[in-house]
């Protein structure tokens, strides 16, 4: 029998199936309860890389109906990174793994785990780690793909820790990329001046003194948003057919508005849950280094929290909204510009498509 695929494209069906969903409360997660810890997960290494092509507010709106006076201020973008057609999440990956590798002085052969955090991966599968791991000649490590939005760098940053502090694992890359631009429709103005492409990478590894690198990680999710930012055709429930894409299902669609005010609040309660995990207080931080998807967003957490602006790390006007890039981008400039010292705390926090939020407190 033939299965009666791409037919029930209405949208609306879509809805529904998210709405389907029993809306929960959120509850203490993450590292309420101290994980064994045996090995402290410390970044030896860190990198980017991002495509050539620089689009600005004003090539953007030759192709729009916007103004770059509308991006700045809505959004605090200027500019930001495009892929070219030929290229794929894996090309960038692989450059940022490579610098990561070499700052932490870590050969392909030492990885144990890759772990590659994404949405827009080279392909449905293999994952890119795989494709990572055989580019980068990684041939002893295990490897896997992780989706979480623009949190899947802090998840994937949570699940490394966990490996390496059981004495799992001694060496694991972890990256973060998207060629958002892929799955961009470029004739909605609300999305496509927000997306962008890129890639960042870390090198974590294990320390036998207790207290270094990750001290504490928290993690949450609450799927009956998901609606909210979504992709709704290229998976199970829509596979792609010649109406999925007449009718531009293959493209993101988000309402943000609505992501605002989540974001906002759940990056602002990361911050606070980390910080009375730790037993520590918002001085002793030296930098924050937020998901960078709309400036506004990043000014309103640091106000919520009562944290000083001039600690909180912002490059989204170069790079606008890399997802699960766009934090470990923003780490890696943020050591490089000598922002971050030896022995600082740093606190990483993101949240995004699932939705899903999380973050990681960690001593450099
Ligand atoms: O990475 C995680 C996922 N993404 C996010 O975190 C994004 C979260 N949301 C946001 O950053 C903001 O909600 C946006 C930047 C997406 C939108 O800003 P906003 O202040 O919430 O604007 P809005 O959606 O309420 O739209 C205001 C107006 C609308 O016009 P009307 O209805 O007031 O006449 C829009 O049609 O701005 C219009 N608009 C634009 N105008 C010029 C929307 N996009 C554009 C545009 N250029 N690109």
């Known amino acids: 029998m033939i299965v009666d695929q791409g037919k029930n494209l209405?949208?609306?069906?879509?809805?529904?199936?998210?709405?389907?969903?029993?809306?929960?409360?959120?509850?203490?997660?993450?590292?309420?309860?101290?994980?064994?810890?045996?090995?402290?997960?410390?970044?030896?290494?860190t990198g980017f890389d991002v495509p050539e092509k620089i689009l600005t507010n004003e090539d953007l709106e030759k192709i729009l109906d916007t103004s770059d006076e509308w991006i700045t201020e809505r959004t605090g973008m200027k500019e930001r990174r495009i892929a070219r057609p030929d290229e794929?999440?894996?090309?960038?990956?692989?450059?940022?793994?490579?610098?990561?590798?070499?700052?932490?002085?870590v050969t392909p052969e030492e990885i144990e785990l890759i772990i590659v955090a994404t949405v827009t991966g080279d392909m449905p599968f293999p994952s890119t780690a795989c494709i990572?791991?055989?580019?980068?000649?990684?041939r002893n490590a295990a490897a896997m793909?992780?989706?979480?939005?623009?949190?899947?760098?802090?998840?994937?940053?949570?699940?490394?820790?966990?490996?390496?502090?059981?004495?799992?694992?001694?060496?694991?890359?972890?990256?973060?990329?998207?060629?958002?631009?892929?799955?961009?429709?470029?004739?909605d103005r609300s999305t496509a001046v927000l997306l962008a492409d890129g890639a960042g990478a870390a090198v974590l590894k294990a320390d036998e003194r207790p207290g270094q690198g990750i001290i504490t990680t928290y993690l949450a999710a609450d799927g009956a948003?998901?609606?909210?930012?979504?992709?709704?055709?290229?998976?199970?429930?829509?596979?792609?057919?010649?109406?999925?894409?007449?009718?531009?299902?293959?493209?993101?669609?988000?309402n943000g508005s609505a992501i605002f005010k989540v974001a906002v609040r759940s990056m602002a309660d990361v911050v606070k849950r980390l910080l009375a995990q730790a037993q520590l207080r918002a001085?002793?931080?030296?930098?924050?280094?937020?998901?960078?998807?709309?400036?506004?967003?990043?000014?309103?957490?640091?106000?919520?929290?009562?944290?000083?602006?001039?600690?909180?790390?912002?490059?989204?006007?170069?790079?606008?909204?890399?997802?699960?890039?766009?934090?470990?981008?923003?780490?890696?400039e943020a050591r490089k510009e000598g922002r971050i010292k030896k022995g600082d705390l740093v606190i990483m926090v993101a949240f995004g498509a699932g939705l899903t939020w999380g973050g990681v407190l960690l001593r450099f």
């Not at 709704?232 to 007449?246: K, L």
């Open 10 to 45: 209405d949208i609306i069906n879509i809805v529904n199936y998210f709405s389907s969903i029993t809306k929960t409360e959120v509850k203490q997660r993450g590292d309420a309860v101290s994980p064994n810890i045996k090995y402290s997960a410390v970044i030896a290494g």
């Open 88 to 105: 794929a999440a894996s090309d960038f990956a692989v450059r940022a793994a490579v610098k990561a590798l070499a700052e932490a002085e």
């Open 132 to 138: 990572v791991q055989d580019r980068l000649g990684a």
């Open 145 to 187: 793909d992780l989706s979480a939005g623009c949190s899947g760098f802090i998840y994937a940053l949570a699940t490394a820790r966990q490996f390496i502090a059981t004495g799992t694992y001694r060496t694991i890359l972890v990256v973060g990329v998207e060629v958002l631009s892929k799955i961009t429709d470029w004739a």
């Open 225 to 254: 948003h998901g609606i909210d930012l979504y992709m709704p055709a290229g998976g199970s429930r829509i596979p792609a057919s010649i109406e999925s894409v007449q009718k531009r299902l293959h493209y993101l669609k988000m």
């Open 283 to 332: 001085d002793d931080i030296k930098l924050i280094i937020p998901h960078q998807a709309n400036l506004r967003i990043i000014e309103a957490m640091a106000k919520l929290i009562n944290f000083p602006l001039d600690r909180v790390f912002v490059n989204i006007q170069k790079y606008a909204n890399t997802s699960s890039a766009s934090t470990i981008i923003a780490l890696d």
